[in-house]
């Protein structure tokens, strides 16, 4: 790990390399800010803002689990949030965290969940703006026919990620593209 001085604007940004890939952790003093892949390249570190300070310390918490989480296991990121976003968004973004490891739900099922049948469109675009790649696992949303949709950091990633998990859903991934002519992968309109 190599520590670097903080860039003044309050935030720790932590850069990990895991089996998954390259990805930058954001954090403030109230909690995770962002999540995103990042090229590979400079090898295995992580960097800090030195002061110990509540961003440094919210954004060690959650490289621990994205380490964790590509290491195999069912990791969850519990520790604060500090997203800028109107309350729907927040609300989605919560039962995303509520979406079990190795297991998926459409859109429409979560739109159900929030009470809002009908609202899958709403849904999905509160998803698009998640910013925290895997510890808010919009990964593990997909079409109500079980094939891959939208995903902000693209769907080799997505697929890479739900196959990390084991997902049972992957085979109607397969069939779909079958059906389709294609890979399963469908573009939301």
């Known amino acids: 790990m190599s520590f670097a001085r903080g860039n003044g604007d309050g935030m720790a940004r932590v850069r990990v390399h895991t089996a998954l890939g390259d990805f930058e952790v954001v954090a403030t003093a109230k909690g995770l ?14 960097t800090l803002a030195p002061d110990g300070g509540d961003a ?12 964790r989480y590509a290491a195999g296991e ?18 989605v973004w919560d039962r995303l965290r509520a979406i079990p490891f190795g297991t998926t739900a ?15 469109r709403a849904v999905g675009a ?42 049972a859903a992957l085979p109607l991934f397969a069939a779909a593209g079958e059906a389709a002519g294609g890979d399963g992968v469908r573009q939301e309109s």
């Not at 069912?74 to 609300?91: I, M, N, S, V, Y």
């Open 33 to 46: 800010r962002a999540v995103t892949p990042r090229p590979s390249g400079g090898g295995a570190r992580t």
């Open 56 to 67: 440094s310390r919210h954004a060690r918490a959650a490289a621990d689990v994205l380490r």
């Open 74 to 91: 069912p990791a969850g990121f519990e520790g604060p949030l500090d997203l800028p976003a109107p309350a729907f968004h927040r609300a």
């Open 106 to 120: 459409s859109y429409g099922d979560l739109a159900a969940a929030l009470g809002l049948p009908g609202e899958a």
């Open 126 to 167: 509160a998803i698009a703006a998640n910013p925290a790649c895997i510890l808010i696992p919009c990964h593990r949303v997909v079409g109500a026919d079980g094939s891959l949709r939208g995903f902000a950091w693209g769907f080799a990633l997505k697929r890479r990620l739900l196959a990390h998990e084991g997902c």
